[in-house]
């Protein structure tokens, strides 16, 4: 301590300040720059360092270039990592409340979603896994989920017997067993391999995700099914985040609101666009479900809601179906 005392008046007898090491902040994803989250994550790093300039030093890994998507929420939780933003299907281990996301049918669009997440049972789920030291800074967008395979899947039957590669979910799991069809849980990282040697025949996914990892050239047929959403969790190690001094605190809050706004703005605008992009392609079909096919695909989920009822709440998925309009 007294030789870094003298080291630093010797410093200051020549003019020089003392610069304090920055904050680093790792920020690890694992989809593309240029999709909604990775957007998102970009605009966090710009937010922070420009808020807190010298002192602040955000480290934005995408594509899994630090951790998978098995991994990741790991990770945070022994602290080498400072942020991640898991897909709400990763949250089983931790809550069974989040489970309410992954029901398929649930919401009838993304103003849906925005409703419910900002209501209040919405944001109590930022915060009821800090005793596990996970803390919630809020929902991301991606999108709604659209299926595809290698055969048009209009109705439930169509798809029996094929294997869908799903998140690690016990909800999405149950929705497809629901239709006779085998679920298989692989990392994200993995699915276009997966789909091109037919370790799988199918997958679900937003339009972005689908574009970005070009599942569309290793996919026949492309459902605007809208069954589900994939939306993220913006979460940090609890421990750390308390840890922080408060106006650093304070400040990397302000600057995630803004990031995760803006975020979900990029997503909006460009569901439509990515989905554009497919069709341009013209490497997949895309095909529309009409009035019947969605009700007989929602009728046939019906049993999802009653397996699951108890772990997430009645009342939870009563206020979530509330959001519709």
């Known amino acids: 301590m007294k030789l870094k005392l003298v080291l630093a008046s010797a410093l200051m007898a020549f003019g020089l300040s003392v610069q304090a090491a920055p904050i680093i902040i790792k920020y690890s994803?694992?989809?593309?720059?240029q999709t909604p989250k990775g957007q998102a994550a970009i605009k966090f790093k710009e937010l922070a360092e420009k808020k807190f300039p010298g002192k602040v030093e955000v480290q934005v890994f995408p594509n899994s270039q630090l951790f998978g998507d098995g991994k990741e929420m790991e990770a945070l939780i022994l602290g080498d990592v400072q942020i991640i933003a898991p897909s709400l299907s990763k949250f089983g281990k931790y809550t069974k409340q989040l489970q309410v996301f992954d029901l398929p049918f649930l919401f009838d669009d993304i103003a849906?979603?925005?409703?419910?997440?900002e209501s209040k049972e919405g944001q109590a789920m930022?915060?009821?896994?800090k005793s596990k030291g996970i803390l919630g800074l809020g929902y991301l967008h991606n999108g709604m989920k659209e299926l595809s395979a290698n055969k048009p899947l209009g109705y439930p039957a169509d798809a029996k017997g094929l294997k869908f590669r799903?998140?690690?979910s016990d909800v999405i799991e149950a929705q497809f067993k629901a239709v006779g069809a085998n679920p298989q849980k692989l990392a994200f990282s993995e699915v276009y391999q997966a789909?091109?040697?037919?370790?799988?025949?199918?997958?679900e996914n937003t339009w972005s995700n689908i574009y970005s990892k070009k599942f569309h050239e290793v996919q026949g047929y492309i459902m605007d099914s809208n069954h589900g959403v994939i939306d993220y969790m913006v979460i940090t190690?609890?421990?750390w985040w308390d840890g922080l001094p408060a106006d650093i605190r304070k400040g990397l809050a302000e600057a995630m609101t803004e990031s995760i706004k803006f975020g979900n703005k990029v997503a909006l605008e460009e569901s439509d666009s990515f989905r554009q992009k497919v069709i341009d392609d013209k490497?997949?079909?895309v095909l529309t479900m009409n009035k019947e096919q969605v009700a007989a695909w929602r009728k046939a989920m019906m049993p999802v809601y009653k397996q699951f009822e108890a772990?997430?709440?009645?009342?939870l998925i009563q206020a979530a179906q509330k959001s519709n309009k």
């Open 29 to 33: 994803h694992v989809v593309a720059d």
């Open 112 to 117: 849906a979603v925005d409703r419910f997440q």
């Open 126 to 129: 930022l915060t009821s896994m």
């Open 166 to 168: 799903i998140q690690a």
């Open 195 to 203: 789909l091109q040697t037919g370790v799988v025949d199918g997958q």
């Open 237 to 239: 190690n609890s421990k």
């Open 283 to 285: 490497k997949a079909k």
């Open 311 to 315: 772990e997430i709440g009645a009342s």
